[in-house]
């Protein structure tokens, strides 16, 4: 007998950027993102967050400063997210 296949919504879309559907067989989980891609993201985080600290030194604006911190640790946590995620593949 032939899988079940349902359909899930495609977020990142098509060549031409169009949404649409994929096909998912029953039983199968849909993946998180990949660990490459919360790598990436984690450094992008850490870089806006260097950003925001350093406007925030300059301005002498403590809530930028305080903000840019949380960013910077947002994506060290996402890093190792991806770090961990490369581990139990």
Known sequence: ?????????NEAGGANGATGY????EGKERMSKRSSQ??????MDKLTGR?????GSLTGDKDRKAEG???Q???TLKKK?????DLLK
């Open 1 to 9: 007998m032939p899988a079940l296949i349902t359909w899930a919504p």
């Open 22 to 25: 994929l096909p998912i067989e």
């Open 38 to 43: 919360d790598k990436t993201e984690g450094a």
């Open 51 to 55: 950003a925001k600290e350093a406007t």
């Open 69 to 71: 911190r949380a960013d």
């Open 73 to 75: 640790d947002k994506g």
């Open 81 to 85: 997210k991806g770090a961990v995620k």
